[in-house]
């Protein structure tokens, strides 16, 4: 059975930093994404990664300011979030994929993923 499990949220002030994790059993690693939804929102892609940790994409919102990279030792994918602004509070999840994602732009797909964490809160003050 796979399980996803997310740590590293909070609350910070406006340009801080936080790094989430995420740490898969019963899964290796080979696409995985992390997803923020808003209350009222949509679930959005934030970041994905994929082909043994050399394929990343972003949303743009995030581009320069988070990086997605993974531990495969560990079976851990991480998100460093650098810069934070307010728009970024939101609840972030982790998601996996059976296999690999076939592009980039696929990890961004919320669609493309079979698993998913039960979430942890970034917030964001101004």
């Known amino acids: 059975q796979v399980e996803l499990v997310e740590s590293g949220g909070g609350s910070v002030q406006a340009g801080g930093s936080l790094r989430l994790s995420c740490t898969a059993s019963?899964?290796?690693?080979?696409?995985m994404g992390w997803f923020r939804q808003a209350p009222g929102k949509e679930r959005e892609a934030v970041a994905g990664?994929?082909?043994?940790?050399?394929?990343?994409a972003y949303a743009d919102s995030v581009k320069g300011r988070f990086t997605i990279s993974q531990d495969n030792a560990k079976n851990t994918v991480y998100l460093q979030m650098n810069n934070l602004k307010p728009e970024d509070t939101a609840m972030y999840f982790c998601a996996a994929r059976v296999g690999f994602c076939s592009a980039a732009d696929t990890t961004l797909v919320r669609t493309a993923y079979n698993y998913w964490g039960q979430g942890t809160q970034v917030t964001v003050s101004s």
């Open positions: 019963g899964y290796s690693m080979k696409c």
């Open positions: 990664i994929t082909g043994g940790g050399g394929i990343t």
